[in-house]
């Protein structure tokens, strides 16, 4: 059985300029764990892979690369039912989604406990970063007050510049659901940005 590669680099993964029938043939023999076929899915994707997963998890979350890996391997776990509704690229990037909304769900559930024991005094809050590190930091510190879910259409959509139809497709998600969470998540953001600026 071929083993997805252990992510060396953080290439850009782009796709290529390849047909949409060469990508699912290169997807169905990956599926069969040629290796070759593997190693290029791996490299065509990764990237993109990689950035929807951090922006999701946040850039320094230790799970990440796992998470990178889990995707593709469920991506050949599961290329023999892809129906090519969409690009192999954003099939690959709904489940990266999926993934990493999973991750990031469990981690919001331990960390609102964390929140209810300090407060409680059974525990300690965790020490904040500092916010004067660059504006990368600042803007995925800014994305930590959205709940998962608004987080995941937040990036999608006002990122990586996906429609709400196509983060539906990713995500398994009904339009006005997806809508209602870009509402709360831009109101969140707003609410933060004057507190910021108010303190």
């Known amino acids: ?16 300029g390849s047909s949409a029938s060469s990508e699912r043939e290169l997807l ?3 599926g069969l764990r040629q290796e070759q076929a593997v190693r ?7 990237g993109r892979v990689h950035r929807t997963v951090v ?16 995707v593709f391997m469920a991506a050949l776990d599961g290329a023999e039912g892809f129906d090519g509704r969409s690009s192999v690229g ?35 809050p965790s020490s904040r970063p500092d916010h004067h590190v660059g ?21 999608l959509h006002e990122v990586e510049g996906y429609t709400l139809a196509e983060i539906r497709e990713m995500t398994g998600t009904g339009i006005s659901t997806l809508h209602a969470r870009l509402f709360a998540a831009r109101k969140k953001l707003d609410q933060a940005s004057h507190a910021a600026e108010a303190s």
């Open 1 to 16: 059985m071929a083993v997805v590669p252990k992510m060396a680099s953080l290439s850009l993964g782009e796709e290529s």
């Open 28 to 30: 169905r023999r990956a």
């Open 55 to 70: 922006r999701v998890l946040g850039r320094t979350d230790p799970d990440v690369e796992d998470v990178v890996q889990q």
């Open 135 to 155: 504006a990368r930091d600042e803007a995925l510190e800014a994305l930590s007050v959205l709940s998962p879910d608004q987080r995941a259409v937040f990036v």
């Open 90 to 124: 954003s099939w690959l990037l709904g489940i990266a989604t999926r993934r990493a909304l999973d991750e990031a769900r469990r981690r919001w559930r331990r960390g609102r406990w964390s929140s209810v024991t300090a407060l409680v005094g059974l525990g300690r």
């Open 40 to 46: 290029e899915l791996y490299r065509l994707h990764v």
